[in-house]
């Protein structure tokens, strides 16, 4: 039930960022908020949640996408089971640790997508790995991580009861 509730949030989440968050864009760049959204789940529920998150979450990404089917899954999917790892060990306090697990995630993701579109001869883009765009969205990131995390905060139903820990 609580992987279905965090996959509907994430879904919401996607949709704004593909329809809404256009009219915020910087450059034309827009926050990755369903990237946000697994890393605090992640942090919150463990490896396997957020490895299942990330790759429900990167299919729906992918479907709204122009990408290829599951290059989005299979970033989301990595970067999911990775911030899993800080469950218990890593404790969000309200802006230091959102800003820095967000970036290190984008930094993942921004390798992550490098290294698939090396292996695929997918093209990345103006500018490739770290062009100015992908910079401009990893700062973005950051600087809405503390904002987007506490909004999830807010529904109860995201968090873990004590016996699925």
């Known amino acids: 039930m609580l992987l279905f509730a965090s996959i509907a ?29 697994v890393v605090y789940l992640a942090n919150q529920n463990g490896r396997l949640h957020g490895q299942s998150l990330g790759f429900a979450g990167g299919l729906i990404e992918d479907f709204l996408s122009l990408a290829p089917l599951g290059f989005h899954a299979l970033l989301k999917t990595l970067i999911g089971y990775l911030a899993g790892f800080s469950r218990g060990v890593v404790f969000i306090g ?17 390798l992550a997508a490098g290294i698939l579109a090396a292996l695929f001869s997918l093209p990345l883009g103006s500018g490739g790995v770290f062009s100015w765009k992908t910079l401009i969205e990893i700062g973005y990131n950051i600087a809405l991580s503390p904002v987007v995390f506490a909004l999830l905060r807010l529904f109860p139903f995201l968090k873990p009861r004590e016996f699925d820990r």
Do not use: E
Not at 9 to 33: E, F, K, N, R, W
Not at 94 to 110: D, E
């Open 9 to 37: 949030v994430t879904a919401v989440l996607i949709l704004l960022q593909s329809t809404v968050m256009h009219y915020i864009a910087i450059c034309g760049v827009v926050p990755d908020l369903s990237l946000m959204a």
């Open 94 to 110: 309200a802006f230091l640790m959102p800003m820095l697990m967000v970036g290190l995630a984008g930094i993942v993701k921004a």
